[in-house]
């Protein structure tokens, strides 16, 4: 991604972010004290604006704070060098930047993408990860994360969740103005609106998280493909069946949290995944899907 396109990726995301907080910046103009809360209100919106673009970079921070992720720049190890000459090749092959590699320490079975180009991007992966797998299983998932990357799937899921920050408050500033002209006496930004438009704005919220799960697990399918491109079907279907039998106990205990039956438990519990369960990527893989 040039660095035009990045640049405008953060211009329509601050806009989506902004225009986002418009209807909550009417209400408190109308009825805090009128224009002369401008500056303040101008400021507080500076400041949501760069709290929302700090989201993207969040992860960069968060990985080196809070994950304690260690940048491989000087690999100590043969397994460090061997990670960093497959990720080369992989990357090469998909003709991109080779991206950085981080390892943060935790039994864990994980691994993502981090970056705002896809040319300076980030591997990271988990000690369990690394030292669970199988080369052969580790190259699989190397290819999965530069398939993202490649597809440049972080900056759009990025832009997706600033551009839902506007259609969150679409419901409730036209259920406003629908009743307004219904109801003559009817009191714009009462006790009424207010609760309704927070109910409004968790119901937006909670939709445009399933619209977003929903985008991820299809990039999630994309990038298998990617991947199987790169290391070839039976290498990636291998490891997708070996990540499956590892992480099938967590499932179980991840599905006996509701009180549902076991098929639909699972079916609830995947409206809310970002990732599609290993069954659906290996069955997917295999029809080409």
């Known amino acids: 991604m040039t660095l035009a396109k990045s640049s405008l990726l953060l211009l329509l995301t601050a806009a989506a972010l902004f ?25 507080l919106t500076g400041l949501i604006v760069v709290a929302g673009l700090s989201c993207l970079f969040g992860m960069q921070l968060y990985c080196r704070w809070i994950l ?8 100590l190890s043969g397994l460090e060098q061997w990670l960093h000459i497959t990720t080369f090749r992989l990357a090469l092959r998909r003709q991109i930047n080779p ?19 896809r040319q300076h991007a980030t591997i990271v992966l988990s000690e369990g990860l690394v030292q669970s797998l199988k080369p052969a299983e580790l ?39 629908i009743i307004s002209r219904a109801w003559p006496g009817y009191s714009s930004g009462g006790i009424i609106y207010l609760w309704t438009a927070v109910l409004l ?26 991947a ?11 490891a997708l069946r070996c990540l499956d039998v590892m992480t099938d ?16 438990k699972f079916r609830f519990i ?8 290993l069954h659906e990527r290996l069955r997917a893989l295999q029809t080409g899907s």
């Open 99 to 117: 991206p950085r590699i981080a390892i943060y320490p935790a039994r864990e079975l994980n691994a993502f993408a981090l970056g705002l180009r």
């Open 228 to 238: 199987a491109r790169l290391v070839g079907i039976k290498q990636m279907h291998a």
């Open 139 to 177: 190259e699989s998932v190397l290819a999965h994360e530069i398939s993202h990357i490649a597809n440049g799937d972080v900056q759009i899921l990025a832009l997706l969740q600033g551009v839902l920050a506007i259609f969150i408050n679409l419901p409730a500033r036209s259920l406003d103005y």
């Open 68 to 75: 304690k992720a260690r940048m491989l720049q000087q690999p």
């Open 19 to 43: 225009l986002g907080c418009l209807p909550w910046l009417g209400f408190l103009l109308a009825h805090e004290g009128g224009p002369g809360y401008l500056p303040t209100l101008l400021l």
């Open 201 to 226: 704005q968790l119901a937006g919220g909670w939709l445009a998280s399933l619209l977003i799960m929903y985008f991820s697990r299809e990039r999630e399918y994309r990038a298998d493909q990617g």
């Open 270 to 277: 995947q409206l809310f995944n970002s990732h599609p369960s």
């Open 249 to 264: 106990g967590a499932r179980s205990r991840q599905l006996a949290a509701f009180g549902l039956p076991a098929r639909l």
